[in-house]
């Protein structure tokens, strides 16, 4: 993996070179804004095909590589709670977060619980509470829904990631409450009927403009992370 912005070296055209990136640099890399801002902040995490394919075959994985998922679980083990739409939920067989010894001691200390909670958004309830995720979680999965959904347990949780699907993010880039987001551009094209990342019955009037934080790149992968002005 190699930094592709911002540029360190100040040489022209120079970029970072290839070698393995450890954990806690990429941990430092796409840490939270410091302090955090009183309301928060909203990153999304989602990949991308070339063509715009948010998923193949109904999955991400197929579109994802080993890079991508490394990215993956150091946003996840920044995050104080995953929020996630009902059919990614359902689709991808959501399983718990898990708590990861490489984590285990900056979590602490920021006084985040071992693994971050997973927050379900459904409206229809249509969901198998037998499933682990709901049975064997080191923190209580929670389930927004509506009028019922637990507002409190939510802006309690103030380093927030949303894990998609499209209907979820677009819903959510419409309500202009997106402070970042980091996408993973593969370099797979698809065609096919597959949604783009994010689609909602509306637009913004104003099409929300971030501004890049960082590039990564690892095997045609590119790893960015785009950040409103408001973020770090
Ligand atoms: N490319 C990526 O990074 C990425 C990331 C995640 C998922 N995916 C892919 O995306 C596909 C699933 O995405 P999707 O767009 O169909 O589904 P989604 O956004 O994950 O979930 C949609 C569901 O979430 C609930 N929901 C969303 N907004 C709501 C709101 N405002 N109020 C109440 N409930 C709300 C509803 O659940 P109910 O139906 O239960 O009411 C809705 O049917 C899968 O193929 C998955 O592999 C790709």
Redesign the pocket.
């Given at each position: 993996m190699r930094r592709l912005f911002p540029v360190t070296d100040p040489a022209p055209n120079a970029t970072d070179t290839d070698r393995e990136w450890p954990l806690a640099e990429l941990a430092a890399l796409y840490a939270y804004p410091e302090p955090l801002p009183e309301a928060g902040v909203l990153r999304a995490?989602?990949?991308?095909t070339l063509d715009g394919?948010?998923?193949h075959d109904?999955?991400?994985?197929g579109?994802?590589g080993p890079g991508d998922m490394r990215v993956f679980g150091v946003l996840r083990a920044l995050a104080d709670v995953v929020v996630?739409?009902?059919?990614?939920?359902?689709?991808?067989r959501y399983r718990p977060a898990k708590a990861r010894e490489a984590f285990a001691a900056a979590r602490a200390e920021r006084g985040q619980a071992p693994a971050a909670a997973i927050a379900?958004?459904?409206?229809?309830?249509?969901?198998d509470f037998t499933l682990p995720l709901f049975t064997e979680p080191v923190v209580p999965t929670l389930v927004?829904?509506?009028a019922e959904a637990p507002a409190e347990r939510v802006a309690a949780a103030r380093r927030q990631l949303a894990?998609?699907?499209?209907?979820?993010?677009?819903?959510l880039i419409a309500a202009d409450t997106v402070d970042e987001l980091c996408l993973?551009v593969s370099p797979f094209l698809t065609a096919g009927d597959?949604?783009r990342?994010a689609?909602a019955p509306q637009a913004l009037t104003t099409p929300a403009r971030l501004r890049p934080a960082s590039i990564l790149a690892e095997d045609g992968f590119l790893f960015t992370r785009y950040v409103r002005d408001t973020a770090a």
């Open positions: 995490n989602m990949v991308t394919a948010a998923f109904g999955r991400s994985q579109i994802s996630v739409g009902a059919g990614t939920a359902r689709g991808e379900v958004v459904s409206a229809s309830l249509d969901l927004l829904t509506g894990e998609g699907g499209p209907q979820l993010l677009g819903r993973t597959a949604s990342i689609h």
